[in-house]
């Protein structure tokens, strides 16, 4: 599975930014797909996450500030990121799972979003 990611950049403390991931699999067969985070010298976070069905997670971090969309029928998940603070700045991961192969991870190459005034 391919997972090409788009959106990311520079912002000022306060603003928006959408990132959006596109699957090369059919919906279909996705269970989940997500957004990771990474500050250097940290490990990947789980920051966003949708789950077939429509259910969606956010760690208390983001809660009220990142909104990730469902999953559509073309394979895209979108994550609408307002009221953005410096800390937030990492490289953003698009990650996604099968409904087949629960065990292994997909990973996109990563987008850099820098929140600096």
């Known amino acids: 599975v391919e997972l090409v990611e788009s959106g990311g950049g520079m912002v000022q403390p306060g603003g928006s930014l959408t990132l959006s991931c596109t699957a090369s699999?059919?919906?279909?067969?996705?269970?989940?797909m997500g957004w990771y985070r990474q500050i250097p010298g940290r490990e990947r976070e789980l920051i966003a996450q949708s789950l077939h069905g429509g259910r969606t997670n956010y760690v208390d971090s983001v809660k009220g500030r990142f909104t990730i969309s469902k999953f559509n029928e073309k394979s895209i998940v979108y994550l609408q990121m307002d009221s953005l603070k410096p800390e937030d700045t990492a490289v953003y991961y698009c990650?996604?799972?099968?409904?087949?192969?629960?065990?292994?991870?997909?990973w996109g190459h990563g987008t850099q979003v820098i929140v600096s005034s």
């Open positions: 990650n996604a799972r099968l409904i087949y192969d629960l065990q292994y991870d997909y």
């Open positions: 699999e059919s919906i279909t067969r996705i269970y989940s």
